[in-house]
């Protein structure tokens, strides 16, 4: 699990300190679960997997995310949720960091199309734009 944490924190250039103070704990507990000595409340977890940009059960176990939408209805709820989290993580990042975020929404665009989701199927808009900010050159 320890690897896993800092494999995804150093991708997305996040400070220790910084996911420590979103999570709502020290950097010293931040730090023990980086190194696998302890793990997350559930709570701090999804707090965790959010920053992270990734699911709970990858960060404990390695389990990729299952990206069909096949019998979920609820998933696209989801998807927009994670949609509007992500966006809000664009203000100000780096291209390397809003690259990652296009490629796992291009895999859910993929799944999607696999199981024949049209857009007559999708939900109506909230009315929020979608257009991520520009990054900077």
Aim: aromatic residues 6%; hydrophobic residues 35%; proline residues 4%.
């Amino acid at each position: 699990m320890g690897a896993r944490i800092k494999e995804l924190r150093a991708s997305r250039g996040l400070k220790q300190q910084f996911i420590a103070d979103h999570c709502g704990v020290t950097l010293r507990t931040f730090q023990m679960w980086q190194a696998g000595d302890t793990e997350p409340r559930q709570e701090q977890l999804e707090k965790l997997a959010d920053i992270l940009e990734t699911t709970p059960r990858f960060i404990l176990r390695g389990e990729t995310p299952d990206l069909s939408l096949e019998g979920r209805g609820s998933q696209l709820d989801r998807i927009e949720q994670k949609l509007d989290t992500i966006l809000g993580y664009w203000q100000g990042a780096n291209v390397d960091s809003v690259q990652q975020a296009i490629a796992y929404l291009n895999q859910i665009v993929q799944a999607a199309e696999k199981v024949g989701l049209r857009d007559e199927q999708r939900p109506a808009s909230t009315g929020r734009s979608r257009r991520p900010p520009r990054a900077a050159a």
